[in-house]
């Protein structure tokens, strides 16, 4: 189970290896594909592409990515922890790391990626 990490860091989201995998495995919506790729509804990629001038998340703490969604967005507090209670309840570690969200725990990764809401 262990033995994945990328780098030593949960900060490599999905090296492009699992992309791909990912894509072949869980049902693709949206929200998912944006934190897989980082392409999207995101402020920090919005902002690189100079589609806002404004890269900050909506709770104002730090600028949007995915891993801020992921792992730190204090909106998010209490899928994070349903997220986290699930992982832990099969023998998981948090924070996870990047490939067991996809082969150990995508069925709970998949329904916290369904409460995000990426408004502008
Ligand atoms: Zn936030």
Redesign the pocket.
Known sequence: MDGYEEGGSYRSFFPPSVRKRVTQKIPIFPELTTLLTGHGNIKSYLYRLGLTDNRM???E?EE?TVD??IF????LCNQRQEMIRQIKNTGGNWPATNETFINNYQNFFVKFVKSLELSD
Do not use: S
Request: positive net charge.
């Open positions: 998340c909506p709770c703490e949007q801020h969604l730190k967005c204090k909106k």
